[in-house]
């Protein structure tokens, strides 16, 4: 089992910047991908973006690329998120999500290919 705590969330004004950040612990070895994925009232989770264990594969979201970076510090066990220019549109629930399939290396958009999932941090974004 992997465990996933993300951190970093907060309140913050448009055009600003937040790192959310995901320690996992537990069996991390297993860990082969990462990605991050928000959820707002009343909508379907959505993919934001994923990395591949030693971070040679980035994938985004059309919505925040070139906003967005994602990348991983294998030594630490943490990944990260760094959110820039953010708006309001960016107001959810952030979660952050594992995968312990070795063919899906270079992580994933789709959140059923997630085997573990973090419990989730509020980002809201004040016009």
């Known amino acids: 089992q992997v465990q996933l705590v993300e951190s970093g969330g907060g309140l913050v004004q448009a055009g600003g910047s937040l790192r959310l950040s995901c320690a996992a612990s537990g069996r991390t070895f297993s860990t082969i991908a990462m990605g991050w994925f928000r959820q707002a009232p009343g909508k379907e989770r959505e993919f934001v973006a994923t990395?591949?264990?030693?971070?040679?594969?980035?994938r985004y979201a059309d919505s925040v690329k070139g906003r967005f970076t994602i990348f991983r510090d294998t030594v630490k066990n943490t990944g990260y998120l760094q959110m820039n220019n953010l708006n309001p549109e960016d107001t959810s629930v952030y979660y952050c999500?594992?995968?312990?399939?070795?063919?899906?290396?270079?992580?994933?958009?789709?959140?059923?290919?997630?085997?573990?999932w973090g419990q989730g941090t509020q980002v809201t974004v004040s016009s």
């Open positions: 999500a594992a995968i312990n399939r070795r063919h899906l290396f270079r992580g994933s958009i789709d959140p059923d290919d997630y085997d573990y």
């Open positions: 990395v591949s264990w030693n971070g040679d594969y980035t």
